[in-house]
Every structure is written in structure tokens, then in C-alpha cells.
């Protein structure tokens, strides 16, 4: 059974661009979220899709988005990136939501130069 | 504010040296209670949900236990491969907004030989 898979692993992006991130979910998982992990902050929580929509939304600006397609897989995106941007974006599925378990993929390490 | 704060921030421990890693917690209305493993350059992998106080759930060396307040993740004769960071977190709220996980910051566990 495949796991979660997140595109790319690594990230060099300069401060100023945007960057697109994708998430493929579990087979079935209908429910992607996204975290942003940071040595100072931990993993935070950006947001959540279910069903193609955006059903929960963390407390990040709005340079921060994101979107889901009708088989599910993910995208995030980030606009005029900063340096502060940079950190390890990890993607979860889940069938329904966070009581169902959350699988997460191995992160899109972002650094903003 | 929902808050999730863990200690000790580091433990190392000698082969076969029990011990026990703390999450307290500070949220309205907790709908779940999450221990996640995490190795470096990878994902959290899931590995218990406590649901309400007084619960415990056990997976090999690995017992987890859930009062009002916080939660504890006893290791019990670790093994160096036991060694990673520990996260918890929790899902809380009402209604609809509900299926964030609030996370702290993690115990990173080295078990020496």
C-alpha cells in the first residue's frame, strides 16, 4: 500500500518567488492536510482539505494556499516567499479527519535564500 | 489559547533504563490525544489516539496513558532503536473546526548501547 508521497524532497527558492508543493494521498484518504515544521515553532497547522474543499485553515497569511483536486492530491502554494518560509512542509491523509489517523508524508524541505 | 507543552525537551537514557516522556495539555473541549514518532528526515509515524482520562493503550515497549491534564509515554527497557523524537498533540474544539492537531514542540529521545 503506498504511502503519502510529497514532491519535491528539497527546495531552493529565493526570497521574492513562489513555490508550488504537491501531496499525493493514501488510495481512499479523502481528507489532506498541511503543516509547517520549524526547529522554534514545531509543526504547525496550515491547513486542511476534504472533498476538494478547504474545511479548516490555520493562522498563516494569506501568501500561504492551497488547493485540492477531485482524486484528492494536493497542492500548496507560496507567494512572495520569505526567509523566514523556510522549513519543512509535511502533508497527512486521512479517510474523514484527525480521529481516523493521520498519515504523513516525509516533508518538502523549503529553503528560502 | 489551546496550548500543548512537553517535557523534557531532550532525555537520553542507557539501554534498558526505563523512563517516561510528558504532554501537558491546555484545550477546550479535547476530542483526542495523538503520539506521533518522528526520525530525522522523515515524517511523523503515527503511534497511539487516547480518547478520554484513564484510557492506555500499549504498543511493545511503548504504554501511553491519559489523566485530565496530560498524557505520559512510558518506555519501558528501550533499545537504541527506540531513539527519535516523540510528538504529541491534540485535536480539540467544537463544531465543524475540529480536525487541526495542535502539536508540542517534542522529546528527542537518544538511547545509548
Known amino acids: 500500500k503506498a504511502g503519502v508521497t510529497q514532491t519535491p524532497r528539497y527546495l531552493i527558492k529565493t526570497r521574492g518567488q513562489q513555490v508550488t508543493l504537491s501531496c499525493s494521498p493514501i488510495?481512499?484518504?479523502?481528507?489532506v492536510s498541511w503543516y509547517q515544521q520549524t526547529p522554534g515553532q514545531g509543526l504547525q497547522f496550515l491547513f486542511e482539505?476534504?472533498?476538494?474543499?478547504?474545511?479548516n485553515k490555520g493562522n498563516f497569511p494569506g501568501r500561504f494556499s492551497g488547493r485540492q483536486f477531485s482524486n484528492s492530491r494536493s497542492e500548496m502554494n507560496v507567494s512572495t516567499l520569505e526567509l523566514g518560509d523556510s522549513a519543512l512542509y509535511l502533508c497527512a491523509s486521512s479517510l474523514g479527519g484527525a480521529e481516523y489517523g493521520y498519515t504523513f508524508g516525509s516533508g518538502t524541505r523549503l529553503t528560502v535564500v | 489559547e489551546d496550548q500543548v507543552t512537553q517535557s523534557p525537551e531532550a532525555l537520553r537514557l542507557q539501554e534498558g533504563e526505563s523512563s517516561s516522556l510528558n504532554c501537558s495539555y491546555t484545550v477546550s473541549g479535547l476530542r483526542g490525544l495523538f503520539w506521533y514518532r518522528q526520525d530525522p528526515g522523515k515524517g511523523p509515524e503515527f503511534l497511539f489516539t487516547l480518547y478520554s482520562a484513564g484510557e492506555e493503550k500499549e504498543k511493545e515497549r511503548l504504554k501511553a496513558t491519559l489523566t485530565k491534564k496530560e498524557s505520559f509515554l512510558h518506555i519501558t527497557a528501550p533499545k537504541p532503536e527506540d531513539s527519535a523524537t516523540y510528538l504529541c498533540?491534540?485535536?480539540?474544539?467544537?463544531?465543524?473546526?475540529?480536525?487541526?492537531?495542535?502539536f508540542g514542540t517534542g522529546t528527542l529521545l537518544a538511547v545509548q548501547p
Open positions: 482539505y476534504f472533498s476538494e474543499t478547504q474545511r
Open positions: 498533540a491534540v485535536q480539540a474544539g467544537y463544531g465543524g473546526a475540529t480536525n487541526k492537531l495542535i
Open positions: 488510495s481512499g484518504h479523502r481528507s
